[in-house]
Antibody, heavy 115, light 105 residues
Framework: EVQLVQSGAEVKKPGESLKISCKCS????????IGWVRQVPGKGLEWMGI????????RYSPSFQGQVTISVDKSINTAYLQWSSLKASDTAIYYC????????WGQGTLVTVSS | EIVMTQSPATLSVSPGERATLSCRAS??????LAWHQQKPGQAPRLLIY???TRATGVPARFSGSGSGTEFTLTISSLQSEDFAVYYC????????FGQGTKLEI
């Protein structure tokens, strides 16, 4: 069974750094792209970027380029989304999803950024 | 960027009735179109990919059609568990979602 299990909710202050995770199981991790999607509470879905675990090639939507970094650790079948300096506007639920068609989704990680 | 426009924003339907949701792309996406369902407090779930192929475990009352720029998701006989928000998503040229259609009782 394919599963994407994300790390737990986070509460951070503006300017802090953060790395959230998406642990994948039930398939060959390096064979499928993993994407990240943002959902501001009460709003729609925004595609942030995507990474191919096989060679760590990452691509970003223009709105998120330079704002976040997507990475993987193949040894533990895990993808990451990280920020070096959070803003209040980063408050949202973040989902990982397998492939560009989002055939499987993680359960989401709520990130709250507040002073 | 390909813009996906869904209509209507909200659709009010009674259980047992048929619901038709529309999605339009600003340029052709061929059949690289997915539909996702999201219930309150839950992650989205893939329903349809390739414009018309049901994902594993999706009931037959859900069907998708269309190609190019015009797409439709039809739910033939609404069940109580179908009331949710539905998003279309293109994956032909990068990835973009529509703004969603809320299906309410």
């Amino acid at each position: 069974e394919v599963q994407l299990v994300q790390s737990g909710a986070e509460v951070k202050k503006p300017g802090e750094s953060l790395k959230i995770s998406c642990k994948c199981s039930g398939y060959t991790f390096i064979d499928y792209w993993i994407g990240w999607v943002r959902q501001v509470p009460g709003k729609g879905l925004e595609w942030m970027g995507i990474i191919f675990p096989g060679d760590s090639t990452a691509r970003y939507s223009p709105s998120f380029q330079g704002q976040v970094t997507i990475s993987v650790d193949k040894s533990i079948n895990t993808a990451y989304l990280q920020w070096s300096s959070l803003k209040a506007s980063d408050t949202a639920i973040y989902y990982c999803a397998r492939r560009g068609s989002a055939e499987y989704w993680g359960q989401g990680t709520l990130v709250t950024v507040s002073s | 960027e390909i813009v996906m426009t869904q209509s209507p924003a909200t659709l009010s339907v009674s259980p047992g009735e048929r619901a038709t949701l529309s999605c339009r792309a600003s340029q052709s996406v061929s059949t690289n179109l997915a539909w996702h369902q999201q219930k309150p407090g839950q992650a989205p779930r893939l329903l349809i990919y390739g414009a018309s192929t049901r994902a594993t475990g999706v009931p037959a009352r859900f069907s998708g059609s269309g190609s190019g720029t015009e797409f439709t998701l039809t739910i033939s006989s609404l069940q109580s568990e179908d009331f949710a928000v539905y998003y279309c998503q293109q994956y032909n040229d990068w990835y973009t979602f529509g703004q969603g259609t809320k299906l309410e009782i």
